[in-house]
């Protein structure tokens, strides 16, 4: 008998959900943080959705949010010109860093020390936190709005997309272009995958999963509707993707077989992310919330509990496991 996905429902956004990150594994669990157009990204406990907090201070929609590795701080990129750094612990504003347009995407060093942005103006900014009067180190290069920009190679380089349908890799102590890769159709999301050094992107129906260093192709897998994100399970043994026909798919990544779909959505898949130790993967969709999937379906974690059929007496003896259809956290 199969069992039933019963995804996790975070509310509480009011707008669409446009990115969402998870922080690394920390003394306190892990943590999730999504961006939002309602302007008021929120931080939630990453395995169970539960509702920490909210930063306030944007005055626009916020496109890119993410978390530090210890979850010590949250960064948000926002339609007010502005990038700003949280505490995550109080939720206070640490810094505002005023940009000349629309802020696409944050991310952090792996030692949090640094900022990288990229939105509208086209440009990519390396920000030092430790001394935030200083300008910024700006790298130009793409002609059109930048969407996403994270770091690889130890943070030693730069990988960025645009809307003029490349992805490319810069140098950052010569802060020079290494590599370009040009597509037929602007790509709609990246996820760098630091062991093995993957880069997983979406344009169109394609799934495309590349060498992060040389920029080689490995695979690349069609999906049966338009995809906007995918991401890869930490032990690469499959990958999950979620886009226009408001479901979540999950594909074995050496055979590229789809193994399932799910819907829950009410509205596109906008973002898709694996927990850092790969139990769950969250999505936000323009319905304006966040879910929150089993990748083992029925195994006890987080707020799901497993009850087995012997358990059970024969009047409810189809109901494999206890959470309702609709949990809300």
Known sequence: ?????????CSGHTRPVVDLAFSGITPYGY???????DGKPMLRQGDTGDWIGTFLGHKGAVWGATLNTDATKAATAAADFTAKVWDSVSGD???????????????FTQDSNCL??????????????SNPEAAPQEVSGHTSA??????????????????????RLWDRSSMEEVKTLTFDTSVSSMEYV????ILVITYGKTVAFYNALSLDLIKTVEAPAPINSASLHPEKDFFVAGGEDFK?????????EELESYKGHFGPVHCVRFSPDGELYASGSEDGTLRLWQTAVGKTYGLWKCV?????????????YTPTPEIKA
């Not at 930048?146 to 992805?167: G, H, P, V």
């Open 248 to 256: 979540l798919y999950k594909f074995d990544y050496s055979t590229k």
């Open 194 to 197: 630091a062991d093995g050094e």
């Open 308 to 320: 087995l059929p012997e358990d059970l007496g024969a009047e409810n003896s189809e109901q494999l």
């Open 146 to 167: 930048i969407k996403k920009a994270l770091w690889c190679n130890n943070d030693r380089q730069i990988l960025s997309a645009a809307e003029d349908k490349t992805i």
């Open 116 to 129: 990288l942005t990229g939105g509208n103006d086209k440009l990519l900014r390396i920000y030092d936190l």
């Open 1 to 9: 008998m199969a069992m039933r996905q019963t995804p996790l429902t």
């Open 31 to 37: 943590f999730l943080i999504s961006a939002c157009k």
């Open 93 to 107: 504003e640490v810094l505002t860093l005023a940009h000349k347009h629309i802020v696409k995407t944050v991310t």
